[in-house]
């Protein structure tokens, strides 16, 4: 049973490049989040996927976008790439629907921006 | 505004002792509370998690403790052993619109020694 898979795992950029990470969920997930982990700092929410919408968001700019696909995968990307958007990018899933359910993180994606 | 407060970056045990990691949060809507641990190079892995309704949850030698007036939660692991050496956040989550976001601490160091 795979968990939760993210790629690439290391990635550089230039400033004001774009950029696209991917994340497939544990199976039988229906719902993907996204999370922004700097450095000596908690996750922080980005959004969050569920039926191919995003049905909540955190506090991060437009440049910021996300997609769903029929098949639970996930697309982060990132618009005008800043020096400060070097972060360590988790993608975590889960069961939607009612009550509480465990979320599961992948091994996130490193990206640098110089 | 941190909703999720880890007030000790780092904490040493000696191996064998208990540990205990504490987590003090501000928002009175919370209704679950998780902890994750997390190695370098690795995503968030679930730990134990508490519901608001409840004062203690206990999984073998982990034990999460919720005080829910003074709006403080603690991790307890007895006995520690060196593989527990790692960073330990503490999450937060409310239903909001139908979906689970989890307001992350800062996390704690955890070093066991032999």
């Known amino acids: 049973d795979a968990g939760v898979t993210q790629s690439p795992t290391h990635l550089i950029k230039t400033r004001g490049q774009q950029v696209t990470l991917r994340c497939s969920p544990k199976?039988?997930?229906?719902?993907v989040s996204w999370y922004q982990q700097a450095l000596g700092q908690g996750p922080q929410f980005i959004f969050q996927?569920?039926?191919?919408?995003?049905?909540q968001r955190g506090n991060f700019p437009d440049r910021f976008s996300g997609h769903q696909f029929p098949n639970y995968s996930s697309e982060l990307n990132v618009n005008a790439l800043l020096l400060g958007d070097s972060a360590l990018y988790l993608c975590?899933?889960?069961?939607?629907?009612?009550?509480?359910?465990?979320?599961?993180f992948g091994e996130g994606s490193w990206l640098t921006v110089v | 505004d941190q909703q999720v407060k880890q007030n000790s970056p780092s904490l040493s045990v000696q191996e064998g002792r208990i540990s205990i990691l504490n987590c003090d949060y501000t928002?009175?809507?919370?209704?679950?509370f998780l902890w994750y641990k997390k190695y370098p190079a690795e995503g968030p892995t679930f730990l134990i998690s508490?519901?608001?309704?409840?004062d203690k949850n206990e999984d073998g030698r982990f034990t999460v403790f919720l005080n829910k007036s003074a709006k403080h939660l603690s991790l307890h692991i007895v006995p520690s052993q060196p593989g527990d050496s790692a960073v330990y956040f503490c999450?937060?989550?409310?239903?909001?619109?139908?979906?689970?976001?989890?307001?992350f601490g800062k996390g704690t160091k955890l070093t066991v020694n032999p």
């Open positions: 975590a899933s889960s069961l939607g629907g009612p009550g509480v359910n465990t979320i599961y």
């Open positions: 199976s039988g997930h229906d719902t």
């Open positions: 996927y569920y039926e191919e919408e995003e049905r």
């Open positions: 928002n009175s809507m919370f209704d679950y």
């Open positions: 508490i519901s608001s309704i409840k």
């Open positions: 999450a937060a989550s409310f239903t909001q619109g139908g979906s689970e976001k989890l307001v």
